[in-house]
């Protein structure tokens, strides 16, 4: 399926020419890769191996909030440079400040894009002024009626240069329900290419890395819900990754191809009852799914090096009928290009 197993680590060189538009490629040939699956680096010490450090959450909240679970979900952070959030049907109000609040000591707001229910964050050292020397955003919506109910679909994103390292962040939320894979499909390539497109230079150097985020709604395909919760209750949810929906279609080559992931060890994140870690007793009985995902890929593989030290969901958290994940991800230049002095 195309998920190529590598010890933490993402940006392997490769001799195809660059594309000049769009984060995902639609390469259904014989070369395609799919999604790597990349081991979770437990053993180097991440703070001085790299450049740059990086924690990255995605969650999709349901519509609920309040500070002890922001604080959760923040955690200690203070050896990372950046911390990234992504939120899915998050409430209008009150989540820039709570988030503000958890974080007042340490770190402040340095970018932020909002489309209704869809939020993306970004928070960086107090001192993070004089290190940034490009910051944009965009996002993008995808069908008609998200806007109705308040809870948008499509993808928000943030460009920024960072310590001479550009990243491109984008929270998403993509459409529901197993059968309606090809519309997800569909959602991500759209996404690609519009976000950023407006007024696109076409010398602008290409970013280091993309980092995706979000609810990304792809499902496990082929199987029941009570055969897929005896084997997570025995803790033996490694054998539905042949069913995972994102794996196939990456593999498949019409999404995130080359992209990488952490290996999936934690649970599926959805669907859970809300205020509990008990999946759906509802008369839907949802089979539960790995639908929160954050993946990466190195776009300049000729200057850069990306090591993945964590990818966890977060399940002492219960406000939501989904799960935070959490990623911390650091980035490393191969090439000596002069830094912004601290």
């Known amino acids: 399926m195309g998920n190529q197993p590598a010890k933490g ?5 490769t001799r195809t ?20 699956t990349v081991d979770v680096n437990r053993v180097s010490n991440s703070s001085t191996a790299s450049d740059l450090c990086i924690s990255i959450v995605t969650w999709n909240m349901n519509g609920q909030v309040n500070f002890e679970d922001l604080a959760e979900m923040v955690g200690d952070i203070c050896e990372f440079d950046l911390l990234v959030i992504g939120l899915q049907e998050a409430p209008r109000k009150k989540v820039a400040k709570l988030l503000k609040a958890a974080l007042v000591d340490t770190h402040i707001l340095i970018g932020k894009v909002i489309m209704q ?18 910051l944009k955003v965009d996002k993008q919506s995808v069908g008609g009626c998200g806007g109705i109910i308040g809870r948008k679909k499509g993808a928000v994103a943030i460009w920024i240069n960072y310590k001479s390292i550009r990243m491109v962040f984008i929270s998403c939320h993509l459409s529901a329900h197993a059968r309606r894979v090809e519309e997800r499909n569909s959602e991500c390539r759209h996404i690609s290419h519009s976000l950023f497109s407006r007024n696109r230079n076409p010398y602008a150097r290409p970013a280091h890395v993309t980092v995706w985020m979000g609810d990304l709604n792809y499902r496990l395909q082929g199987i029941d819900t009570y055969p897929a919760r005896t084997l997570i209750k025995k803790d033996l949810h490694k054998q539905l990754l042949g069913k995972d929906q994102l794996l196939q279609e990456a593999g498949r080559g019409q999404i995130f191809n080359g992209y990488c992931e952490g290996t999936l060890t934690f649970r599926p994140t959805y669907k859970y009852n809300a205020g509990s870690s008990i999946y759906d007793t509802s008369y839907k009985v949802r089979v539960p799914a790995w639908t929160d995902r954050i993946l990466f890929k190195v776009e300049d593989t000729d200057n850069m090096e990306a090591v993945l030290y964590s990818y966890d ?14 990623a911390r991800l650091c980035l490393r230049l191969r090439q000596t290009f002069p830094l912004p002095v601290s």
């Open 17 to 36: 020419r660059r594309k000049p538009m769009g984060f995902i490629h639609h390469q259904a040939s014989p070369s395609h890769v799919g999604i790597r």
């Open 9 to 13: 680590f993402c940006g392997l060189k």
């Open 313 to 326: 969901s977060m399940d002492k958290i219960t406000g939501s009928d989904h799960k935070p994940v959490k």
């Open 117 to 134: 229910s869809l939020q993306l964050y970004l928070f960086g050292p107090k001192n993070a002024g004089s290190l940034i020397r490009e």
